[in-house]
């Protein structure tokens, strides 16, 4: 069951709810946690303190389970956490499990639709965003390259290098899957880097992309000379079992709304630990 109210009056979420419900203040902060407790459609993070006309919805229905962490959800976006080693959709196998299928089933059981805007490689981790209509995804797709604000990512790369720079070039892929570099032929891919912190010959590096070519930032660190740590494709024999490769950043303006939107997750502790 699920009721909307309105909110009169400057008041703490939790004192808020605890004059509107009968739950406990632990299980009030779990429904929070779990997106059954929204705040003009999202989620609010305490302490929160609500304004008159706030809209407060709660939901009592059993909470779905899910084998991604949500970033983000609202009746038209859900943004969710790739791991490595997960298809963002279905490439040759068609029964190979992918991040499409998990949120389809978790959207499936709320009767509502998915359909992918973008996508991460493989073996990259991070932000994914997926629309809940198709009316959304093509508001968002059709303008990508012009709404898209900031794709950000951190890495580990082997060695060291300047502690800033860009990297500009053009990127073509060959019969393969490899894709090369080349001054004048391919797709244009711009990489801006900076490095934030180096231990052991080991970098962790803050990266912008201001084009989204296919294996782009993998390429232009084995350009530099310092590949990823795990990379298998496109790097040196290590013994990391991942690719440390992580988006944690995505913002971009919506044209129907006129309303930028930003979605930012944390570095991972693995790869903190490593340059700790």
Do not use: C
Request: glycine share 4%; proline share 3%; charged share 30%.
């Amino acid at each position: 069951m699920k009721r909307t109210i309105q909110v009169q009056e400057e008041k703490d979420i939790l004192v808020f709810l605890k004059e509107n419900t009968d739950y406990s203040n632990k299980k009030l902060k779990s429904m929070i946690e779990h997106k059954q407790i929204l705040v003009n459609e999202r989620k609010p993070k305490l302490p929160y303190l609500l304004h008159p006309n706030d809209i407060v919805t709660i939901n009592t229905d059993k909470v779905i389970s899910t084998p991604f962490p949500i970033v983000y959800e609202d009746n038209k976006f859900l943004v969710v956490l790739k791991r490595s080693g997960l298809l963002t959709i279905s490439g040759t196998k068609e029964n190979e499990v992918t991040l499409y299928h998990q949120v389809f089933h978790y959207l499936h059981q709320k009767q509502e639709k998915v359909f992918v805007v973008h996508r991460l490689d493989k073996d990259t981790s991070g932000i994914v965003l997926f629309a809940k209509s198709e009316k959304v995804k093509n508001s968002l797709q059709e303008h990508w390259n012009d709404i898209v604000k900031s794709r950000k990512y951190v890495a580990l790369i082997h060695g060291s290098i300047k502690k800033s720079g860009t990297i500009r070039n053009y990127l073509k892929e060959d019969k393969n899957t490899f894709v090369h570099s080349s001054k004048k032929d391919g797709k244009l891919a711009i990489t801006h880097y900076q490095v934030l912190k180096e231990k052991d010959n080991i970098s962790l590096v803050d990266i912008t992309l201001e084009t989204g070519r296919k294996n782009q930032i993998r390429v232009h660190m084995k350009e530099l000379g310092s590949p990823l740590l795990g990379d298998k494709k496109y790097g040196i024999k290590d013994n990391i079992e991942r690719l440390m490769l992580h988006a944690y950043e995505l913002s971009f303006y919506y044209p129907p709304e006129e309303k930028n939107y930003q979605f930012r997750v944390e570095i991972p502790k693995d790869f903190l630990k490593m340059v700790s």
